[in-house]
């Protein structure tokens, strides 16, 4: 399992249908519009590498309103009780 935060770049007036759009792709735990230098953070969790990567090139990428995306990817994880 990989999982990772993409921070989003939207373009102005359109956050809000952004983030309804990003919610319906699957693998999307958590999206939400926060202030700072990025507009919106998602929260992924794909199978493998190459599943997270096409769901940003494909999915977020084409959403009209992405201006630009950085993807962090968790390289630890905490251990689950």
């Known amino acids: 399992m990989v999982r990772s935060y993409v921070l989003l770049t939207?373009?102005?007036g359109k956050v809000e249908s952004v983030i309804e759009a990003l919610k319906q792709i699957p693998g999307v735990t958590k999206a939400d519009a926060?202030?700072?230098p990025y507009d919106a953070i998602v929260h992924?969790?794909?199978n493998?590498?190459?599943?997270l990567t096409r769901k940003i090139?494909?999915?977020i990428h084409n959403i009209d309103g992405v201006i630009d995306t950085t993807t962090a990817i968790v390289v630890e994880m905490e251990e689950e009780e």
């Open 34 to 36: 926060v202030t700072g």
């Open 10 to 12: 939207v373009e102005i």
């Open 44 to 46: 992924i969790e794909a």
């Open 57 to 59: 090139l494909h999915d």
């Open 48 to 51: 493998d590498l190459g599943e």
